[in-house]
C-alpha cells in the first residue's frame, strides 16, 4: 500500500506563486510515476503535470506550459510542484497520484490540497 500526502495549497493573488509538495510512501519512490491533477468545481478532473520514473521524463498540460514546473526528489520520497503566475482560473483541489507498475500496475491517490487564487 502506497500512501499519499499533498501538502502546500493555500490562498494567493493573481500572478502570485505556491510551491505544493506531496510524499509518498510504503513503495521505493524512485519507481513510481508520478503527477498531479486537479478537479475545479462542477468540473471533472484533470491531468496537470507528470513525470516518469526512470527517464525522469515530465508532460504538462497546455494550460500551465510555462508557468508550473513539476519535478521530484527521489532521496526525500517527495515530488513538488512549482506554481507561478497563478491565474484565478487554476483554484482547484490539486491531488497527487503515485502509480506503481510493479507487480501490477496500481494508482494511488492523496486526499487533495486547496488552492485558491483571488484577490
Known amino acids: 500500500q502506497v500512501r499519499v500526502v499533498e501538502s502546500g495549497g493555500g490562498l494567493v493573488q493573481p500572478g502570485g506563486s505556491l510551491r505544493l509538495s506531496c510524499t509518498a510512501s510504503?513503495?521505493?519512490?524512485?519507481?513510481?510515476?508520478m503527477s498531479w491533477y486537479r478537479q475545479a468545481p462542477g468540473k471533472e478532473r484533470e491531468l496537470v503535470a507528470a513525470v516518469r520514473s526512470g527517464s525522469g521524463t515530465t508532460n504538462y498540460a497546455d494550460f500551465v506550459k510555462g508557468r508550473f514546473t513539476i519535478s521530484r526528489d527521489n532521496d526525500k520520497s517527495t515530488l513538488f510542484l512549482q506554481m507561478n503566475s497563478l491565474l484565478p482560473e487554476d483554484t482547484a483541489v490539486y491531488y497527487c497520484k503515485a502509480v506503481r507498475q510493479e507487480p501490477v500496475v496500481i494508482a494511488y491517490w492523496g486526499r487533495g490540497t486547496q488552492v485558491t487564487v483571488s484577490s
Open positions: 510504503g513503495f521505493a519512490f524512485r519507481f513510481l510515476d
